[in-house]
C-alpha cells in the first residue's frame, strides 16, 4: 500500500511501531479506557477503521498520541486522523534524547520514515504546517544542525516558513 510505495520496511515500520488498526483486538479492551485512549468516540465505536494505519507518537516510554492514516487515498475523506486531544510531540521526538548533531524536520510522519529508512536520520515529523510547538525548541540545545524537509507544495512551503521563523 501506501507505506510500500515508499519503499519502507517492516522491519523499519516494527522499529517505530508502527501498526495497523484491529477491530477485533479493540474488543478485548475496557471501553472506558479505549475512550480515555482516543481510540473510540462517545458512542464508543472506533475512530480509526477508516485509518488503519496507526502511527504511534511517544514521549519516553508512553504513547501520548496516534495518528492514523488511509490505507488507499479515498478523496471523500480526510487523509490523517488523529486521537483526540492536543498533538503533544513531534513524532519521533525522543530522538532528540540522543543530542544528535543533526536533525530532520519533515511535515509527517511518512516523509520522516522515508529519511530513516535509507539512514539519514534522525528525522521528527510534525503534523500539519502549524504543528511544531514553540515549547519544543529548548528541546533542540545540542542539536547543531537542523535541515527542513518540507513539500513543494502550498502546505509545505507554509511549514518551512512556519520553522524559519522559530
Known sequence: GVL?????????????????????????????????AGISN??????????????????????VFIQGRQAADDPLRSKYLGSRGGIPSLWNHGALRQKPERVY???GVIDALSLEQPGLGPALGIVG?????????????????VLIATDHDPAGEKAYLNLCNI
Open 129 to 145: 504546517a502549524d504543528g511544531f510547538k514553540l515549547d519544543w525548541v529548548d528541546e533542540f540545545r545540542g542539536v547543531k544542525e
Open 42 to 63: 462517545v458512542w464508543r465505536r472506533p475512530v480509526f477503521s477508516g485509518h488503519p494505519i496507526l502511527f504511534p507518537f511517544s514521549l519516553g516510554d508512553s504513547v
Open 4 to 36: 510500500a510505495k515508499r519503499g519502507l520496511s517492516t522491519a523499519l515500520l516494527d522499529r517505530y511501531g508502527v501498526r495497523a488498526y484491529d477491530e477485533s483486538a479493540a474488543t478485548q479492551f475496557d471501553p472506558e479506557k479505549l475512550f480515555s
Open 105 to 107: 524536520i519533515t511535515e
